[in-house]
């Protein structure tokens, strides 16, 4: 048994010293935004009043479904904090856990540089196990800075128990989609395989765990992000999710053990079929190559919208109901005449999805760096194929896929909401409003562009970018953030349909940004050498 | 002779390492150029100039007469290439793979694919991921000749393969060379060079430190010449051209510069000689001198 293992330590602390810098930034950029919410809270809601109004608001099914349930009834800051915050950030400790964890297995993997370590005396589950070890490891330290830093604030409704509490909710969602990544990486057959079922599966959990909020309890139960939502820190501090969080990695994790040592290198266990002897014709251009290699991916993000669009229209109908007759609450929210609650929802969450919508535009403008990093462009650059074709080819993909995305969102959207509301918003509407993030979606694509053209080892750097801009919209919602922080984040410039009017110079802006951007990147991108 | 690659005084630095130094070498119409070196010379990096896909920092290169970097386009449609790694796509069949390579080339569709493949023994319907080494050079290997070029660029195209398949290669190496095609050969296997190549080129440090033809660069390295006589051969060491004389009783062993053998041979025969041999240096002595990066190169 313990053959199986030999060298995991060695291997543990090798795959430290590789992302100690990597790690050091998800840790420090996760907990800092943990850390400073309670004393915002403090400045925007000092009386014990002004949270419980806030408290009000949350009851809002949409809200529910957004956050997660929490003790209302006992709004302090600490209550406060963790209700709203506590989720989104699980989300992202858990989406670190699935890029850490296949980054060390497949990824090195498909790389060659696992063959090299098992030619060595190392035990053949020591590459899986020294990469559960060091994700779990960055979990927990994770969870000590999150706890710690919140004991220390002296903020009164901060205890130590739900200082604890926080930060083992956040470690322990990580600990759940770390064993839930080593799971994917033995079935999947390639890293971007395994990252996009890890990365579907989490947001299955999240929509799972909104519809078990608003209405079928049961629900949540199944789903580890609806485990992160029960704990009801800094109240009633409760720890059963977190056994059954650690429960329930370590099953997941036994399973992903077992088929690893079962299996072959560089194999998944959804096995390969034979393929076609001659290639099919839309195979043969840069643009249909571009375009068969992301197809799978294509097909699951553009079904992935869709049902997102569907699961936040079916609670638009529950909005409407809440809402009648409670004067109070119309009081806070409705503050732009003539728009109902539920189409105030619909411009926010049109916000969301626009941006989720930018991730598969972006991973596939990203790819043509990915492609040229396993230097598959070499033979294809030895061909009469132009770099501007080849860049091209791949802008185009991204296009696709921004409006495909963006419009399912909308659509499914729509739909669930057009048979759950009295009076629903039509068709037309929704799909102006899916449109109005077009530009905004063009900018950050032809950001990634530019990247690829003048430095393309930073172009990981669109991904701060989106995360940014995801955080100050999702935060400019709960704080007064000063305009600048919004300006810069192409998001920040998009008429919020159908709230706001639509406005024809940020939209034409945005559009001539791109532009700019696509032809730089264009230009850089046809005079530098390719790396292979 | 017509050049269809010219390489003049080209450098390339990476930062402030330079990989390539003023290097300067042609190959000509027709004839199989070898271009050999140690590891890190410089081969690949030059070879991808020549692709257009890394830009020279200095000097010029041709092909066909056409600016490498700014002609890329029209020459890719008349030359092949097989790099030393062939990365391909892990879920697409090879069959898919030298489809697509065919019809971006936009040369003349050939019917001998199927017995290319059939020669090469290579299975199309199967997905790249799960080809060895050899296997995806050999699709690389079929694709490039398939294509009908003009030139052919291989680097280090044999690394991957069984002596089988080596010699296959081979075959087809001097095919091509009967077609009046020219070829530009990147290998680490002498052997292979010695047997396939007119002219030779090496490199080391980014720096080209012979180019000729075999003959040629044979005339310039010494031979090994071993004598035995029944008195000592007083003198030896003086006569011009001879080099490590090693005295063991009456037997020399020596090396001699090739033009300078008809001295040795004049002083030798006031001797009573038992035995002369002299062999040639191989293709690998040449080689051995430059990997070792000794200072021993004759002038
Ligand atoms: N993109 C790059 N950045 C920095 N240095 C590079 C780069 N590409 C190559 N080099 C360096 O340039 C030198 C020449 O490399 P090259 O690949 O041309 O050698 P080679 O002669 O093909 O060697 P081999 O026989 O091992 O294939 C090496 O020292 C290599 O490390
Ligand atoms: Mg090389």
Redesign the interface.
């Known amino acids: 048994m313990s053959e199986l293992f030999k060298r995991s330590f060695q291997l543990f602390k090798l795959t430290i010293r590789r992302d100690r810098i990597r790690a050091s930034i998800w840790i420090f950029a996760l907990a800092f935004f943990t850390l400073i919410i309670p004393g915002s809270f403090q400045n925007l809601y000092p009386d014990q009043q002004d949270r419980d109004a806030m408290a009000v608001t949350m009851e809002n099914p949409a809200m529910v479904a957004m956050v997660g349930e929490g003790d209302l009834d006992n709004y302090t800051i600490g209550a406060m904090s963790a209700h709203q915050m506590v989720l989104i950030t699980a989300v992202f400790v858990g989406i670190m856990s699935i890029l850490l964890f296949v980054r060390h297995t497949r990824t090195d993997e498909e790389e060659g540089r696992v063959e090299l370590i098992r030619a060595l005396p190392v035990g053949r589950l020591a590459t899986l196990h020294a990469t559960t070890m060091y994700v779990v490891f960055v979990n927990v330290v994770l969870a000590v800075l999150v706890a710690i830093g919140l004991m220390v604030q002296p903020i009164e409704s901060l205890g130590i128990e739900g200082a604890l509490l926080y930060g083992a909710t956040l470690g322990g969602t990580g600990i759940c989609f770390t064993a839930v990544t080593a799971l994917f990486t033995q079935l999947s057959d390639s890293s971007r395989g395994a990252t996009g079922w890890s990365i579907g599966l989490l947001l299955f959990f999240y929509v799972l765990r909104a519809i078990g909020d608003i209405g079928s309890e049961a629900l949540s139960l199944f789903s580890p992000l609806g485990w992160t939502t029960k704990t009801m820190i800094f109240t009633e501090n409760h720890w059963w999710p977190i056994f059954l969080m650690l429960a329930f990695s370590f099953v997941v994790l036994l399973l992903a053990y077992r088929l690893n040592a079962k299996r072959d290198l560089e194999a998944g266990l959804f096995p390969s079929k034979p393929g076609k002897a001659r290639a099919s014709n839309n195979l043969l251009s840069p643009f249909g190559l571009a375009f068969r290699l992301q197809r799978t991916a294509f097909i699951s993000w553009a079904v992935g919208m869709l049902l997102l669009g569907i699961s936040y229209g079916s609670v638009l109908g529950d909005l409407d109901s809440f809402f009648q007759g409670n004067e109070m609450v119309e009081k806070i929210l409705v503050q732009e005449e003539g728009y109902s609650i539920a189409e105030q929802f619909i411009s926010i969450i049109m916000t969301v999805m626009g941006m989720i919508a930018t991730i598969p535009a972006l991973i596939s403008m990203n790819k043509l760096y990915g492609e040229e990093k396993k230097s598959r462009l070499e033979l294809l650059y030895a061909k009469p194929v132009s770099r501007k074709t080849m860049m091209g080819s791949y802008l185009l993909v991204a296009v696709i896929n921004a409006f495909v995305s963006v419009i399912l969102a909308g659509i499914g959207l729509w739909a669930a909401g057009s048979t759950v509301m009295d009076d629903p918003v039509s068709f037309g509407t929704m799909i102006g409003a899916s449109l109005a993030y077009i530009p905004a979606m063009f900018v950050m694509i032809g950001l990634s562009a530019l990247l690829i053209g003048l430095k393309p080892n930073v172009v990981s750097l669109t991904w701060v970018y989106l995360v940014y801009s995801f955080i100050i919209v999702y935060m400019g919602n709960l704080f007064q953030l000063d305009e600048w922080f919004s300006n810069v984040t192409p998001f920040g410039h998009v008429s919020q349909l159908p709230v706001d009017e639509f406005e024809v110079v940020p939209f034409f802006g945005l559009i001539g940004v791109a532009i700019v951007l696509v032809v730089a990147g264009l230009t850089f991108y046809s005079k530098r050498d390719i790396q292979g | 002779m017509e050049k269809v690659v010219d390489i003049k005084r080209v450098t390339k630095k990476f930062g402030d390492f330079k990989a390539l130094d003023e290097v300067d070498f042609s190959v000509r119409k027709g004839e199989v150029f070898g271009f050999i070196g140690p590891n890190g010379a410089g081969k690949s990096t030059t070879i991808?100039i020549l692709?257009?896909?890394?830009?020279a920092t200095e000097g010029q290169a041709t092909i066909f007469g056409k600016d490498v970097w700014n002609d890329?386009?029209?020459i890719?449609?008349q030359?092949?290439?097989v790099?030393g790694?062939?990365?391909?796509?892990?879920?697409?069949?090879g069959?898919?793979?030298i489809?697509?390579?065919a019809?971006?080339?936009?040369g003349r569709q050939t019917k001998r694919r199927e017995e290319l493949l059939e020669r090469y023994k290579l299975d199309?319907?199967?997905?790249c991921?799960?080809y060895s080494k050899g296997n995806r050079q050999k699709v690389?290997l079929v694709s490039a000749l398939l294509s009908e070029a003009d030139l052919y660029?291989f680097d280090e195209p044999t690394s991957g393969l069984d002596p089988l398949m080596e010699q296959t290669f081979q075959e087809d190496v001097r095919n091509l060379r009967q077609e009046g095609k020219s070829v530009l050969l990147s290998s680490h296997i002498l052997s292979e060079v010695e047997k396939l190549c007119d002219r030779v080129g090496i490199i080391r440090d980014g720096t080209i430190i012979e180019q000729g033809s075999l003959e040629e660069l044979r005339h310039l390295t010494r031979h090994h010449v071993l004598l035995e006589t029944t008195s000592s051969l007083d003198g030896l060491r003086d006569v011009e051209g001879v080099h490590d004389v090693n005295q063991d009783g009456n037997t020399y062993r020596f090396q001699v510069n090739a033009e300078q053998m008809d001295q040795v041979i004049k002083f030798a025969s006031q001797y009573p000689i038992q035995k002369f041999e002299s062999a040639p240096p191989t293709l690998e002595d040449l080689f051995m001198r430059h990997y070792e990066g000794t200072d021993e190169v004759v002038e």
């Open positions: 991808r692709l257009g896909i890394l830009k890329s386009m029209e890719h449609r030359i092949a290439y790099p790694d062939v990365n391909l796509w892990p879920n697409l069949t069959g898919e793979v489809d697509l390579f019809k971006l080339r936009g199309p319907t199967k997905k991921r799960t690389a660029i």
